[in-house]
């Protein structure tokens, strides 16, 4: 298994909306995508682009956004600890998820969940944060084709 870039770093917010203005207004985003609802995974997610380092905006590590979608979603218990939101996960891409769930289980390390599909339409799934020095870590199949 060979761990690819970096594609997005979760933000859990109790207001998309309020931190669409944030990233527009304060970080001078000047692209987000529109909400949409993952009932599946109790969310609503949006994802800010940012640039790649020759500033091509759309092309480097985007925000992921996610809003609890009702009262049984999973970043619930995430705000209530952080009010105000802040950084919840980080997502790293590999090329096969298969593969890649295989690896992290043949070095012990706990996988939550089955692996199911995630925000960009690709297979996902999350490793235990207290296996993956403190940091909730998503695994995503890279996209195929234009986007993230």
Not at 84 to 107: L, M, N, P, S, T
Request: proline share 7%; net charge negative; with cysteine.
């Amino acid at each position: 298994m060979k761990l690819g870039r970096l594609n997005h770093i979760g933000v859990a917010t109790p207001s998309i909306a309020d931190s669409i203005d944030y990233y527009r207004e304060t970080m001078g985003a000047v692209r987000i995508t529109e909400p949409f609802d993952l009932p599946e995974q109790g969310v609503k997610v949006c994802f800010v682009d940012t640039p790649d380092s020759a500033g091509e905006v759309g092309k480097g590590t985007q925000i992921e956004l996610i809003e609890p979608f009702d009262e049984a979603s999973p970043i619930n218990g995430f705000l209530a600890k952080n009010p105000a939101g802040g950084q919840h996960h980080v997502c790293y891409e590999v090329a096969d998820i298969e593969e890649a769930r295989a690896w992290f289980e043949g070095k012990g390390k706990r996988i939550l969940g089955p692996t199911r599909i995630g925000a960009h339409g690709t297979p996902i799934f999350f490793l235990h944060p207290k296996d993956m020095m403190g940091q909730l870590t998503e695994i995503m199949e890279t996209p195929k084709g234009e986007g993230h």
